[in-house]
């Protein structure tokens, strides 16, 4: 939607596709934060008024919803230790309604003319001497299109992407399956905060992690709501876990009279980044391009750039080595590094749970400064734990070692993937 929103306020025609019957309804399971630490994907965002506001790309987007300034990041161990991180003045990240964001940017791509086909499952893209060949499936019909260019904007698991051969030359790690509640009437004692229960006490099987985080709902007057997500390796059920963590878990006293108001699922598969994702004339933006995620806000970001980057080519300027330069330099997971280094912060579920028990226990007072951030969790989560290394060497030297090597471990045993 953004994407075409943008290319139509610059005159262009534009047909925006859509498998959804209903664009504004989320369905995938999705945390929907603003990560507002800054330098995040190369920008730097605000919330304020009925605008969430990117600096350095110098446009807004139109939110009418509420949000939740975040105040910490916890994780919380099996026997209910905790590492926090938290700032002294700006929140952790910023909670919003996705459903409300989606509405608005709907109600703005129609109001900038963009033909809309809903019910309609993008297939292919090919490239073609007059520009590209689209094809098309509604309702059991088959359609073809000929367009000067396409975005392709499908998601982590693109179908289009896979179609242009894409996917050949990326590694795969594996895949995840992830089921969500958003329920009312938790009765939660850390009404601000994004929690994370890491062990594997907490998940049938040993297997996968608990992510719950408060929600604002759609009328401002209704009730505080929760979302909590259980995402596991693709061979494990989620729901087993999720239902078993709120049914009979060490906190399932929160839940006593919870009511689960929507159920949202995802499958999704580990690949590394696209380097160049332009296509001849195919522009490939947000999570359909990415190591699992973009955030909402990437896929804002550089749904903007990929509409700006074709305005530009249709003037005779560089607009896809422009944007080809602005992912490799700002998304993160492009950087060397950047995935080991994350999924073993996600990883730290490989230790033993009394292990976890002991670590959170000596961080548990500790004031960890830190956003909620994916490329900037680790370094201050393990720097939480390191500030007790020696007192862990007397204490518990095996212990200490796992953690001084804990960079050995490695991206599928992080995941618990085969």
């Given at each position: ?115 809309i086909r809903n019910s309609t499952l993008g297939v292919k893209v ?290 618990q993937v085969e």
């Amino acid at each position: 939607m953004m994407s075409a929103k943008i290319a139509a306020q610059q005159g262009l025609k534009v047909l925006l596709v859509d498998f959804k019957k209903d664009l504004t309804k989320v369905r995938r399971s999705c945390c929907a934060n603003l990560i507002n630490e800054p330098n995040t994907h190369g920008e730097f965002i605000t919330i304020e008024g009925e605008n969430i506001t990117f600096h350095r790309n110098d446009f807004n987007v139109r939110y009418t919803g509420g949000w939740i300034e975040l105040d910490k990041n916890m994780r919380i161990s099996p026997g209910g230790r905790f590492l926090n991180l938290q700032r002294e003045v700006d929140p952790v990240a910023i909670s919003f309604n996705k459903e409300v964001l989606l509405e608005n940017l709907l109600e703005d791509t129609r109001k900038s003319g963009v033909e809309i086909r809903n019910s309609t499952l993008g297939v292919k893209v090919e490239n073609i001497p007059e520009g590209v060949k689209v094809y098309l499936r509604s309702k059991g019909r088959d359609l073809e299109l000929i367009a000067r260019y396409a975005i392709a904007a499908d998601g982590v698991n693109s179908r289009i992407v896979e179609g242009l051969g894409l996917n050949k030359e990326r590694k795969l790690f594996g895949g995840f399956s992830v089921i969500s509640y958003l329920m009312e009437d938790v009765k939660c004692p850390y009404p601000k905060a994004w929690m994370c229960f890491v062990g594997k006490g907490f998940v049938k099987g040993g297997k996968g992690q608990f992510y719950m985080d408060p929600k604002p709902p759609r009328d401002r007057k209704d009730p505080p709501q929760f979302e909590l997500t259980c995402g596991c390796p693709i061979d494990t059920s989620p729901k087993e876990s999720i239902d078993e963590f709120i049914q009979n878990g060490r906190f399932s006293s929160w839940f006593k009279k919870a009511r689960i108001i929507d159920t949202r699922t995802a499958v999704l598969y580990f690949r590394a980044p696209i380097p160049d994702p332009v296509k001849g004339r195919v522009v490939i933006v947000g999570d359909a391009s990415s190591f699992i995620e973009v955030y909402v806000q990437g896929a804002l970001m550089y749904g903007y750039q990929g509409a700006r980057a074709i305005i530009k080519e249709m003037k005779g300027e560089d607009g896809f080595p422009e944007y080809i330069k602005s992912w490799i330099n700002s998304f993160e997971y492009n950087f060397p590094g950047a995935i080991e280094k994350a999924t073993q912060a996600f990883g730290l579920h490989v230790l033993e749970d009394e292990e976890l028990d002991y670590l959170f226990g000596l961080t548990e007072d500790d004031r960890i400064s830190g956003y909620l951030n994916e490329f900037t969790d680790p370094d201050r989560v393990m720097g939480g734990i390191l500030k007790h290394i020696e007192r862990i060497r007397k204490e518990r030297p095996a212990l200490a070692k796992k953690i001084e090597e804990f960079e050995k471990v490695s991206i599928k045993e992080a995941l618990q993937v085969e």
